[in-house]
């Protein structure tokens, strides 16, 4: 059935483009991949203009997915940018570029996951991944974690078709570009494969040393030039999270909570299938060791997020699928209220799939507050002000705010970092994006012009409906300097 298997393509990209749609901003950890293609679609050559010179982040990132996002969306930008389409039109276009990239991999899991497992599985395993929601969501994010679960895929699918030299090449991908805790969970699979005699150890040496001087290669070549000096970005990273342990400065969590927390909200509820497919299927338990210890291993880190452990999203739903198979397969011979129930499961998954959107929309404040006042400021109250200035404090910068939002070529605008609350230097701005925490330091000398609300928590009243709100928050606010309000000196 040929048009059943396009079908179950589209579906996830479908899903995908529409969480694009819906949530278009980004949030402060895709900052360099965002900002690294909008530099080389729209600054080409000119290394001294790219934001990473003057926004470096903590540690390095390299270039190779941004560059391949912007390679491929190039054309769609040129077009749009023809077409008089305003500039953030190509941050859709980037992040829909990604996000199929994503599910054409996805795709290709899927159909390695039929060939082997049966086309129930297959099937399965697409609607239980759309039926979710963090994993598509992710797919469009330009994260690290989301160009190596490119590659993840693609070797997931290797695994699966037991094609050894391409599984080794693709691991060695994501592992040295992008993911350096990838070489537990491949490197586990790696381990099984030479363990039950499928791959022979100097074969798999040989495949390893040479992947790892064609990528390590590549990488150090190619990010050296846009770093000016030499380095191996991923490299670099590993040492900071691994040896130096630094990442836990950005937030800690107990061991258990991947488990107990970010698995069941990414899985949602097909998680409940899983003892039911590791009891039945053999091949179930062999396909779950591989993420199950990895998410094990991994949670010995304290700094924890559901994006470190994206890549085991896909193979723990496909061990999810063999057991809901395993329902569908055997309905006839089961309680009914089993079958009733998989049904049951998959239509609340995406009801609380839809729930989680909802949430998410209202993550970026910043973004909505810079396109807000690009619709306040139109081209006769800009001729009124002459020369525009906007700086964007660090919530906005954090929750939404880009280069491609940035829509007003004869504007400046401007991310300093440096400059003091309420100083006479923030008083060369005509407009301010700041926290709403900062207003009472800006209220003698601006005006507030516009805000953006942005989720607060949920608000639980059984008794009204519905049951569950949204409850938002001023998170970021715009301010307009007052006419007559000059610069004065520090000492003054």
Same mark, same amino acid.
């Given at each position: 059935?040929?048009?059943?298997?396009?079908?179950?393509?589209?579906?996830?990209?479908?899903?995908?483009?529409?969480?694009?749609?819906?949530?278009?901003?980004?949030?402060?950890?895709?900052?360099?991949?965002?900002?690294?293609?909008?530099?080389?679609?729209?600054?080409?050559?000119?290394?001294?203009?790219?934001?990473?010179?003057?926004?470096?982040?903590?540690?390095?990132? &390299?270039?190779?997915?941004?560059?391949?996002?912007?390679?491929?969306?190039?054309?769609?930008?040129?077009?749009?940018?023809?077409l008089?389409?305003?500039?953030?039109t190509?941050?859709?276009?980037?992040?829909?570029?990604?996000?199929?990239?994503?599910?054409?991999?996805?795709?290709?899991?899927?159909?390695?996951?039929? &060939?082997?497992?049966?086309?129930?599985?297959?099937?399965?395993?697409?609607?239980?991944?759309?039926?979710?929601?963090?994993?598509l969501?992710?797919?469009?994010?330009?994260?690290?974690?989301?160009?190596?679960?490119?590659?993840?895929l693609?070797?997931?699918?290797?695994?699966?078709?037991?094609?050894?030299?391409?599984?080794?090449?693709?691991?060695?991908?994501?592992?040295?570009?992008?993911?350096?805790?990838?070489?537990?969970?491949?490197?586990l699979?790696?381990?099984?494969?030479?363990?039950?005699?499928?791959?022979?150890?100097w074969?798999?040496?040989?495949?390893?040393?040479?992947?790892?001087?064609?990528? @390590?290669?590549?990488?150090?070549?190619?990010?050296?030039?846009?770093?000016?000096?030499?380095?191996?970005?991923?490299?670099?990273?590993?040492?900071?999270?691994?040896?130096?342990?630094?990442?836990?400065?950005?937030?800690?969590?107990?061991?258990?909570?991947?488990?107990?927390?970010?698995?069941?909200?990414?899985?949602?509820?097909?998680?409940?299938?899983?003892?039911?497919?590791?009891?039945?299927?053999?091949r179930?338990?062999?396909?779950?060791?591989?993420?199950?210890?990895?998410?094990?291993?991994?949670?010995?880190?304290?700094?924890?997020?559901?994006?470190?452990?994206?890549?085991?999203?896909?193979?723990?739903?496909?061990?999810?699928?063999?057991?809901?198979?395993?329902?569908? @397969?055997?309905?006839?011979?089961?309680?009914?209220?089993?079958?009733?129930?998989?049904?049951?499961?998959?239509?609340?998954?995406?009801?609380?799939?839809?729930?989680?959107?909802?949430v998410?929309?209202?993550?970026?404040?910043?973004?909505?507050?810079?396109?807000?006042?690009?619709?306040?400021?139109?081209?006769?109250?800009?001729?009124?002000?002459?020369?525009?200035?906007?700086? @964007?404090?660090v919530?906005?910068?954090?929750?939404?705010?880009?280069?491609?939002?940035?829509?007003?070529?004869?504007?400046?605008?401007?991310?300093?970092?440096?400059?003091?609350?309420?100083?006479?230097?923030?008083?060369?701005?005509?407009?301010?994006?700041?926290?709403?925490?900062?207003?009472?330091?800006?209220?003698?000398?601006?005006?507030?012009?516009g805000?953006?609300?942005?989720?607060?928590?949920?608000?639980?009243?059984?008794?009204e409906?519905?049951?569950?709100?949204?409850?938002?928050e001023d998170?970021?606010?715009?301010?307009?300097?007052?006419?007559?309000?000059?610069?004065?000196?520090?000492?003054?």
């Amino acid at each position: 059935m040929p048009g059943l298997g396009l079908l179950l393509d589209l579906l996830p990209c479908c899903v995908c483009l529409a969480y694009v749609a819906v949530c278009p901003y980004t949030k402060v950890e895709e900052s360099f991949n965002l900002q690294a293609i909008h530099d080389l679609l729209y600054h080409g050559t000119e290394l001294q203009k790219y934001d990473h010179l003057e926004f470096p982040g903590v540690v390095p990132r &390299t270039f190779l997915g941004p560059m391949a996002v912007s390679a491929l969306a190039f054309p769609f930008v040129r077009l749009s940018d023809s077409l008089g389409a305003v500039k953030f039109t190509s941050q859709y276009i980037v992040r829909a570029v990604l996000g199929l990239l994503v599910c054409l991999s996805f795709a290709a899991f899927r159909r390695a996951a039929q &060939t082997k497992l049966g086309r129930a599985v297959g099937t399965l395993l697409t609607i239980i991944t759309t039926c979710q929601f963090h994993f598509l969501f992710y797919s469009s994010r330009p994260l690290p974690n989301t160009f190596a679960l490119v590659l993840a895929l693609l070797a997931f699918r290797f695994w699966l078709l037991q094609q050894h030299r391409r599984f080794i090449w693709a691991s060695g991908a994501a592992i040295i570009l992008f993911r350096s805790e990838l070489c537990i969970l491949l490197g586990l699979v790696l381990l099984m494969e030479i363990g039950s005699g499928r791959l022979p150890i100097w074969r798999a040496v040989r495949h390893i040393a040479t992947a790892g001087v064609v990528w @390590i290669g590549l990488t150090v070549a190619v990010d050296s030039v846009f770093w000016g000096r030499w380095v191996w970005p991923e490299g670099e990273v590993l040492w900071f999270n691994a040896v130096l342990n630094k990442s836990h400065l950005w937030g800690t969590h107990p061991f258990w909570w991947y488990f107990l927390s970010a698995l069941p909200r990414s899985l949602l509820l097909p998680f409940l299938s899983l003892p039911w497919a590791l009891y039945r299927d053999r091949r179930a338990r062999i396909l779950a060791a591989p993420p199950i210890g990895f998410v094990l291993l991994y949670s010995l880190l304290p700094h924890k997020e559901l994006r470190f452990i994206v890549y085991a999203i896909p193979l723990l739903n496909l061990v999810a699928a063999s057991g809901y198979a395993n329902i569908w @397969i055997n309905r006839r011979k089961l309680p009914l209220f089993l079958p009733l129930a998989a049904a049951c499961s998959l239509l609340l998954s995406f009801g609380a799939a839809l729930c989680f959107l909802h949430v998410s929309r209202h993550n970026y404040p910043g973004g909505h507050a810079l396109s807000l006042l690009h619709r306040l400021v139109d081209s006769e109250a800009e001729a009124n002000l002459g020369s525009v200035s906007v700086h @964007i404090g660090v919530e906005p910068a954090m929750t939404g705010v880009s280069r491609f939002g940035e829509l007003r070529p004869s504007w400046n605008y401007s991310k300093t970092e440096a400059l003091e609350r309420g100083s006479s230097d923030m008083h060369q701005f005509r407009f301010l994006l700041t926290s709403a925490e900062d207003y009472s330091s800006y209220k003698d000398t601006h005006e507030l012009v516009g805000k953006a609300e942005g989720f607060a928590r949920l608000s639980v009243t059984p008794r009204e409906f519905p049951p569950v709100k949204i409850m938002l928050e001023d998170r970021v606010l715009i301010l307009m300097k007052k006419r007559g309000c000059r610069q004065v000196d520090d000492g003054s």
